[in-house]
């Protein structure tokens, strides 16, 4: 039976912002700011750990525009139950058919989708990113609807289930993956968040692919009441959240999620020192995110620090290292075994006998390869041995960011 619809929930007439505290390690607890005290709007600046309690449509409205770096959306996924559905020893499935979770037809959610998306794309900053999940009933829908509302998609993420529930009737596959949808505001956007370096290397630097295997979210860190049922239906798996904002955010980052639930984006932005805000019309949920975020301690800020990517590195072409006198004109470089040598000319360029060309032309032709990373193959020696020539490489560029932070304007 249909009953509310979560499309057309009223927001309380006094709007309560909960603040989960500053983002230093050692937040104070939670402040209940007094209902009708409302800042948010009126200044032009987004609260930063705070979970506002109401419709998230009328709340985004209140919040400043391109205020935000990333938002990570679990929207209602309309699961259209139909009754109780009941395991094969006759026990009760624990199902999600909660009012905010049900509308009256397709039409109705879709228009329920295009009103959030809206909002939610008003408080992007041109370089924010969405990530948006949900499962075949409602996944397909928010895709077209990102797509009609000019949104750009980057990927679509499979979120396969280490350990999904079982198809109880036996009547289709198991369904056990929720895909994500990662979409730029714009398709112009360029300058948009990934760490693509940091996640190859803790991937044994094998490029992260789109499918990602964890488990749903169980044991101890699922919420449960002193009667032991689950505190919220939907909780999502801190890894998931985590690889997330690793992936598209950075430390300091303000992460908006419309739809908080029992906060587990929260949970993540606070351990990896990101900024969020949790919108959430439900009281109960809202409480206990709050009481699980403050109890997160955040993460070593060395574990953290934003690494440098290949792409935001200072481009450093051999010749300027020969012009810094790190190599000079007339030595010569040898490969790691000492098999090859070749000398370095005035110019930048190496020469082997005749033969002249770059770091890497000349070591592909020493090789007899069509390729070569001269940076990795060509050695200097100093001090009795042998270094590549990279780390002259990596010694400049330090100097240049030294250089660089030496001079930056104060203001
Ligand atoms: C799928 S759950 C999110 C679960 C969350 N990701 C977690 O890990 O706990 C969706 C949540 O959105 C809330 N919700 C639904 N419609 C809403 C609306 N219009 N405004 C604010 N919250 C809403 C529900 O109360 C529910 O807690």
């Excluded at 909960?18 to 402040?31: D, H």
């Excluded at 109880?168 to 979409?183: K, L």
């Excluded at 000079?328 to 790691?336: C, H, I, N, Q």
Aim: proline residues 6%; contains cysteine; neutral net charge.
């Amino acid at each position: 039976m249909r009953t509310a619809r979560a499309g057309a929930f009223r927001p309380p007439a006094q709007l309560q912002v909960l603040r989960t505290g500053a983002s230093e390690a050692k937040r104070p607890a939670a402040i209940l700011r007094a209902a009708g005290q409302d800042t948010v709007g009126k200044d032009s600046t987004a609260p930063r750990d705070a979970i506002l309690i109401g419709d998230c449509v009328a709340e985004m409205m209140r919040l400043p525009e391109a205020s935000v770096d990333l938002v990570f959306a679990d929207p209602p996924y309309n699961l259209q139950l139909e009754g109780a559905l009941s395991r094969p020893d006759q026990s009760l499935v624990d199902g999600v058919d909660d009012a905010w979770d049900k509308f009256a037809d397709f039409a109705e959610y879709d228009a329920f989708t295009r009103q959030w998306l809206t909002a939610v794309r008003r408080l992007m900053k041109p370089s924010a990113t969405i990530v948006v999940i949900g499962s075949y009933h409602n996944i397909f829908r928010v895709g077209a609807i990102l797509q009609d509302l000019g949104f750009w998609i980057l990927n679509d993420i499979v979120w396969r289930k280490a350990n999904p529930m079982p198809n109880f009737r036996g009547r289709r596959f198991t369904n056990a993956h929720e895909t994500m949808i990662w979409a730029a505001r714009d398709p112009q956007a360029k300058a948009y968040t990934f760490n693509y370096e940091t996640l190859k290397a803790g991937n044994e630097d094998v490029q992260v692919r789109s499918d990602w295997f964890l488990p749903i979210c169980t044991g101890t860190e699922r919420l449960k009441d002193e009667t032991g049922r689950k505190t919220h239906p939907t909780q999502k798996p801190e890894a998931l959240l985590m690889r997330v904002l690793l992936a598209a955010s950075n430390p300091g980052d303000l992460v908006l999620d419309p739809f908080f639930g029992s906060g587990t984006t929260g949970v993540a932005a606070r351990r990896l020192r990101r900024a969020f805000i949790g919108l959430e019309r439900d009281r109960t949920y809202a409480a206990a995110a709050r009481q699980r975020i403050d109890a997160v301690e955040p993460l070593p800020e060395e574990a953290l620090a934003i690494a440098p990517t290949r792409r935001s590195e200072p481009r450093v072409a051999f010749s300027s290292v020969v012009e810094a006198r790190l190599a000079r004109p007339g030595e010569r470089l040898v490969d790691a075994r000492r098999r090859f040598s070749a000398v370095v000319r005035a110019d930048g360029a190496l020469a082997i006998g005749p033969a002249v060309g770059s770091i890497h032309k000349i070591g592909a032709l020493a090789q007899g390869l069509p390729a070569c990373n001269g940076w990795t193959f060509w050695h200097i020696e100093r001090d009795g041995e042998l270094t590549p020539i990279d780390e002259l490489r990596a010694a400049m560029r330090a100097a240049m960011r030294e250089a660089a932070e030496s001079t930056a304007d104060p203001l």
